[in-house]
């Protein structure tokens, strides 16, 4: 069992990925997993602030926006963003929990 964590360029964070169980791994390796995690997944919050303001700019050139295929353009760019913002939220809400090994 090993935990390595990939960069996700959408999201613009590292994610871990297991390669096995989470109970296979002893209690030091868990508990090394969790706080890089936490460090990590401490960054969300900004991550998505910094989204919604570029949601907020999207959404105001497509208020001034006149020409159609521009306003479908701004809208699946919005779209595209609050998919991101779905996305980091639903990682902020991951946790693994230690388990009680026996050493």
């Not at 613009?12 to 990925?17: D, E, G, K, Q, T």
């Not at 959404?59 to 998919?83: G, V």
Request: aromatic share 8%; proline share 3%; glycine share 2%.
């Amino acid at each position: 069992m090993s935990v390595i964590f990939n960069y996700d360029s959408r999201l613009r964070l590292s994610l871990p990925v297991f390669q096995g169980s989470w109970t296979e791994l002893d209690r030091d390796s868990q508990e090394k997993v969790l706080t890089r995690w936490e460090t990590i997944r401490g960054t969300i919050p900004d991550r998505v602030k910094e989204i919604e303001q570029q949601i907020e700019l999207v959404h105001n050139q497509l208020a001034l926006e006149e020409d159609f295929e521009r306003s479908c353009e701004l809208n699946l760019e919005m779209a595209e963003l609050a998919s991101i913002i779905n996305d980091l939220w639903i990682w902020f809400r991951t946790t693994p929990s230690l388990t009680s090994i026996a050493a």
